[in-house]
Each structure stands twice: as structure tokens, then as C-alpha cells.
């Protein structure tokens, strides 16, 4: 059964709602010691970097996830938010990050020069991803990978091997990640219709 962490940010009942609509079950997980009970886990997100990182730490979450995906190997997603947490900081905030992934948070450019259109921010609404790199989330060989996006800073890795897919608006940057059985995207897929879904579809199969 797969864990949508529940810490306080975001809505982990619209990504258990994606899952149900695949008949794959789900359960919300509200306390860190419910992490054993769950084979893989998803961190859902929206909002600013140092609170999502403060509300992991307030609430006991920290060493429980380094135990469950780093020292067990759980497969772990993180969306949005939760994909920014993967890396070391945000220029954002101050706080350090989760990092597993050598990865900075970065805002994105809103057009400073003169002659530059200004970017509305926050990026919102559909945008194509280009996947870079054979992963079990995001396949070569389908036709088009369209997701929805709501955000305003985009995670930066300092290794290009760990993005597997990247997205323009008004810069190229990485919006979906992987180092070895942890997954970041930083478009929402249980908003993101069939291309959403295929994509947990697939995170569901990963053992």
C-alpha cells in the first residue's frame, strides 16, 4: 500500500482521490510512526520551502524518512513542495533541505532586462514535460507528457543524471527528478488528468 504523508501542507486527499480512481489503494499517513506500515510513500506539498521543512522537523518527521527511504529503500515521490525538500536549500528560505539529491530550489526569472517580457508568476496551468532520460515513471516512448503546474521556484541539480525530465517557461529547468528509488516532480500529476495518472500508475509498480 502506498503512504501519502500528511505534515500539514498541501492536500493529501487529492492524490489518495488519483490513486482510487486506478483502483490502487492508499492510506494517509498522519504520524511518523505509520511510515513501516506502507511499502512506498508520496510527499505532497504547496507552499514556501522553510515551512514545509519546519513543519517536517516540528512534527517528528525528519529521521523517521531518512529511515524509510534512504536506510529501508522505500521508492518515494515528492510533488511540488515535496520535490524542492529533496535538495539541500532554497534560495527561498534558510533551512537546509532533505538532501538526498545534490539540488538547490531556485526562483524562477520574472524577465529583469529591459526588452524581456515579464514571466507571470507563479507558472500556472499546463506545460509540456520532456523526459530526458530512460526512467520507470516517465517512458520514451509515449506520445506527449502534458501536466499541470502551480509554482513560482523550480529545484536546480547540480548533477544533470538526476533529471529525468525538464520543462520551459521562460527558462529550461528540471521538473521531474529521480536518484535511484526517489522520485520529485514539480508538476502535480493528481491534477494532471491521463498523463497523471500514468504516471502514478507506474510509481505504484516500483518495488
Request: glycine share 12%; net charge neutral.
Amino acid at each position: 500500500m502506498i503512504g501519502i504523508i500528511d505534515y500539514g501542507l498541501g492536500n493529501p486527499g487529492s492524490v489518495a482521490n488519483a490513486f482510487q480512481r486506478l483502483h490502487i489503494p492508499t492510506g494517509i499517513c498522519r504520524e511518523p510512526a505509520e511510515l513501516r506500515k506502507f511499502r512506498s510513500l508520496i510527499l505532497p506539498g504547496v507552499g514556501a520551502f522553510d515551512a514545509g521543512m519546519q513543519k517536517l522537523a516540528d512534527k517528528g518527521w525528519l529521521g523517521p524518512l531518512n529511515k524509510a527511504v534512504l536506510e529501508q529503500g522505500k521508492p518515494f515521490l515528492g510533488i511540488c513542495l515535496g520535490m524542492q525538500m529533496l535538495g539541500t536549500r532554497s534560495e527561498e528560505g534558510s533551512l537546509p533541505g532533505l538532501g538526498w539529491l545534490d539540488a538547490v530550489s531556485c526562483r524562477i526569472p520574472s524577465g529583469d532586462q529591459p526588452l524581456e517580457k515579464p514571466l507571470r508568476l507563479p507558472h500556472m496551468g499546463w506545460n509540456e514535460v520532456q523526459i530526458t532520460r530512460l526512467n520507470p515513471v516517465l517512458a520514451l516512448d509515449e506520445p506527449d507528457h502534458r501536466f499541470y503546474f502551480v509554482h513560482s521556484y523550480h529545484l536546480k541539480c547540480l548533477h544533470s543524471e538526476n533529471a529525468i525530465g525538464k520543462t520551459c517557461y521562460g527558462i529550461e529547468f528540471d521538473s521531474a527528478v529521480q536518484r535511484d528509488h526517489i522520485f520529485g516532480t514539480q508538476f502535480h500529476p493528481e491534477k494532471s488528468h491521463k498523463y497523471g495518472l500514468r504516471l502514478l500508475a507506474s510509481f505504484a509498480k516500483i518495488e
